[in-house]
């Protein structure tokens, strides 16, 4: 990857945990496209507010030349699973992995 990953969380605290998940999932996104030059991920943590929608939010915007942009919204807060933002995480990059792959076709 030509520019650093820039990862950011809104929310809550970075966890080293979840860093390290983020940086190993975009370390295997690079194994399926050697083309990706920047990555940006955003964590959102959920709202204390709300009662409903109580998981993780991860967002990931990819840059593949030429001119191509992948972005992942995965904001399924009403999954369960997503209360723990290792999953979001991982449910998040296997989007992108797909998308990433659908391009190589």
């Known amino acids: ?44 943590a959920p709202s204390v507010k709300h009662r409903h929608g109580t998981g993780f939010q991860v967002h990931i915007w990819l840059t593949l030349p030429p001119h191509e942009n992948i972005v992942v919204n995965q904001s399924h807060v009403d999954d369960a699973r997503h209360e723990h933002v290792e999953v979001a995480i991982r449910d998040a990059f296997a989007i992108a992995r797909r998308q990433v792959d659908a391009l190589a076709v």
């Open 1 to 44: 990857m030509q520019i650093a990953p820039e990862i950011t969380f809104e929310g809550s605290e970075s966890s080293p945990a979840a860093r390290a998940a983020i940086l190993k999932e975009i370390e295997r996104l690079e194994t399926h496209n050697q083309r990706i030059t920047g990555c940006r991920v955003s964590v959102i």
